[in-house]
């Protein structure tokens, strides 16, 4: 563990971590970091998953099963508990449709606070995302930046956090949000999985330099901003965008990944305009076809245009210091690659 990690920890407040934590989404990419995390500090956890079979095996987290779109499944399960870490939802913007995420993303964060409510827990960390706030086409955007979703799933992730806002102010529980970039990892799924697939069979199209940034996390530091907004009075009521503080191009990252896939860097590139005709091209199938594409604008668009965040209040707040950027993270992240494609084999 990194000193500033030990450092971290070791300065946090400690009411958070002597009472039973829940954590939803304990099977997911981020829940599973989050849960190994806390029992490394001795916390009693439960862990809410609709796939409990997929969670590690004795580690010493009660595993329960159930659903946010279930309401009776949910029933008794905040009773002990003093902190909920709520990370269960679609993890990426591309998944299922409006209606399935406004029932599952709105409507179980409704069930689950009114579970917390109820059990009187003391702390409710919600893990939501930047799509809740969407960048500025140019410049780099803070907490402070008041732009509006134009998505369902950006629209549902900002419902759901107005839900959390508005429990923790009725009830006086301390309630804060995280809004992480792309998060990076072993074992990490969605884009950077698929982009790491595709380079390494040498199908990704290799990408121009269009000086866009994208700001991302590691998984790592990001569980350690959600403990400490657990545990940090100033959290309380706040939402802090969680980024390693890092500007990446897309061409940089496409760049680091064929380096670590020991794959050769192509001299040439497909040009912009191709890639955005691609683009609109895939929308007109999609329609057309009625069903969604591999390929279509709104891809296109994350490849080529920039989504910049800055973690200013969460530096302030939280005393949040990235410890990891891609390239600490890039071995890792090849080594679990090739063993899922071992097994899948």
């Not at 134009?150 to 839900?163: Q, S, V, W």
């Not at 990704?204 to 700001?215: D, H, L, V, Y």
């Not at 020991?262 to 329609?287: F, H, M, N, Y």
């Amino acid at each position: 563990m990194p000193d500033g990690e030990k450092r971290f920890i070791l300065d946090a407040n400690t009411e958070a971590m002597t009472g039973l934590a829940l954590v939803t989404g304990c099977s997911g990419f981020i829940g599973s970091h989050l849960v190994a995390s806390l029992l490394q500090q001795g916390v009693s956890l439960k862990g809410l998953s609709r796939h409990p079979d997929r969670c590690p095996a004795g580690n010493g987290c009660d595993y329960i099963e159930g659903d946010l779109r279930r309401p009776g499944t949910l029933a008794g399960i905040a009773e002990g508990v003093h902190t909920v870490y709520h990370l269960a939802g679609y993890a990426h913007a591309t998944d299922p449709s409006s209606a399935i995420h406004h029932e599952l993303t709105v409507e179980g964060t409704r069930r689950l606070l009114a579970e917390a409510r109820r059990w009187g827990v003391s702390r409710f960390v919600y893990v939501s995302s930047v799509k809740a706030m969407p960048g500025h086409p140019v410049d780099c955007v803070d907490e402070t930046w008041k732009s509006r979703p134009d998505d369902d799933y950006g629209r549902t992730r900002r419902l759901a956090e107005d839900l959390v806002f508005r429990t923790g102010k009725s009830c006086g529980m301390h309630v804060s949000v995280l809004r992480p970039a792309l998060v990076y990892g072993a074992g990490c799924k969605g884009n950077l999985a698929s982009m790491m697939k595709w380079i390494s069979r040498g199908l990704f199209p290799p990408i121009p330099a269009t000086n866009n940034i994208r700001s991302m996390v590691d998984v790592r530091d990001l569980v350690r901003a959600i403990i400490r907004a657990a545990e940090a009075p100033a959290a309380n009521g706040r939402d802090y965008i969680i980024t390693d503080g890092q500007d990446y191009t897309t061409r940089q990252i496409y760049t680091a990944m064929c380096i670590s896939l020991d794959r050769k860097v192509p001299r040439w590139v497909v040009p912009s305009p191709i890639l955005r005709l691609a683009g609109r091209a895939g929308d007109t199938a999609e329609r057309l076809l009625g069903r969604p594409l591999a390929y279509n604008s709104a891809v296109c668009s994350r490849l080529l245009d920039s989504a910049c965040y800055r973690s200013i209040r969460a530096t302030r707040d939280l005393g949040f210091k990235p410890l990891y950027r891609l390239q600490d993270a890039l071995p890792g992240m090849v080594r679990q690659f090739r063993i899922q494609s071992d097994k899948g084999a």
